[in-house]
């Protein structure tokens, strides 16, 4: 229940970000559809495809096309006023990485994978689908150069099995995972933070 | 029967697509293979991905892999006089967008998806050789910008299950639907329609 | 045994070149990861994600990740000797490419396919590692353009089935194979081969 909920805002934030996105490349409105159902289920897509999870879970669970399509539209009507909210549009976007992180790790777990690669599974989850919109839009992905993104979701998907194998409540260990996403991703962008580049 | 036609019909037409694009980036032969190979058999291989159906078509029916070869090796011995024609090339590209679509939907059904998917499925299997070959040859997709490619295919794909609903056999089901994808795209290229732009 | 062994040569190569690379582009420590995982280990994705052996072999072997990360964080501290012996290293890309194309091509035949479709699976896992890389990168995939990659590994397949149909025994396929790819490949840059560009 509590995970349904999570996923539905982590796509509507993805989903947010997206049309807003491709709203700005001037895409026609089918490219923003696709830019944006790209970038609020293209990390679970392929998550799926690598577990081999098919048919993958927006062809099997049609709820994540109808949000998508709602999320569109209706920033579409209020794409001035979302635009202006950019920066607290930060904080959904965050949660939605959070919650992505959780939800990859979860289905790695599912069919007995290694907590290693759950918590890459978790990553993919929450930031390949930026990765597919930035290369549909001709772009380097931005994750690979600006932002920190990934550096939260792989701590978080630590903290995860840290607190797991403390033997906490599911539930608590869903909100302590989600929370230091969001912490450590809030405060990476507010101090400027950046991984280190290495000089040639 | 008429579906195998059919297939090879729109595979044929979007190899000799892929081809002419590539000679026009002067890329070396390999790369021209790869481009018209990605082109006719791209779309259908992410479908495949997506639903599970692996190994993918083109693995376990090599037609496909001959079809693509000899459609190659023939389009470059005949590039100039089909260059010249692309405006009649027009007309089987606007064809393997119909088949395509059809396929998709048609392999969707098999494994009892909904509707909704299944269309989407079809859109994926047209459109989407051409979006990983824009991808890869570093430009924007086309689809995303120019052309009406994933209108004709979502609405035909929306006349199919019309037609199925009114209790239709097969061929007519497969021709009404193939013949209004293709009406609707060449009325939309000779009418110069285009999708909206969003303004921000 | 000969087997697990090239395979960690293949994937410490290609774990060089990719990090090298992605030195080159400036991206932060996570885009290098990114890179050089993807460059070592795309190829062999993309195959067991388009003949459905999934989870894909890294989800399954965590020793892919420890020997990437592993490479990765040698090729960080040793960047400028290693880029000045980047002509040495072309050995071990190439001997990369050597053991991807026959790994790929054995994962075909224990799952039956046609000997042809067997060698392009070889083919995608030795060169499509390196077309993800450029794709992420935002550049047209070398491989379409300058150097000879997939023409040796599509030599070496066919000497591959010709030398198991002369009935040698498995290890002395799989040395031919993998030196006859070498030679090709290393003659083919020595000798500034390249395939030709079709002229419009």
Known sequence: MLFSVLDIIGTIAFAI??????????????????????TAIGGGTLRDMLIGNTPVMWLQHLEYLYIVI??????IFFRKSLNKLRTSLLLFDTMGIGIFTLIGIQKGLLIGLHPIVCIL??????CFGGVIRDTLCNEVPIIFKKEIYATPCIIGGGIFFLVQYMGFTQNIIYLVTIISIITIRLFAVRLHWSLPVVKL
Do not use: H, M, P
Request: glycine share 8%; charged share 10%.
């Open 17 to 38: 970000s997206g049309t807003l996105t491709a709203i700005e490349k001037r895409f026609d409105i089918f490219g923003i559809a696709i830019i944006a159902a790209v």
């Open 70 to 75: 709602a999320t569109i539209i209706v920033t």
């Open 121 to 126: 599974l978790g990553t993919v989850t929450a």
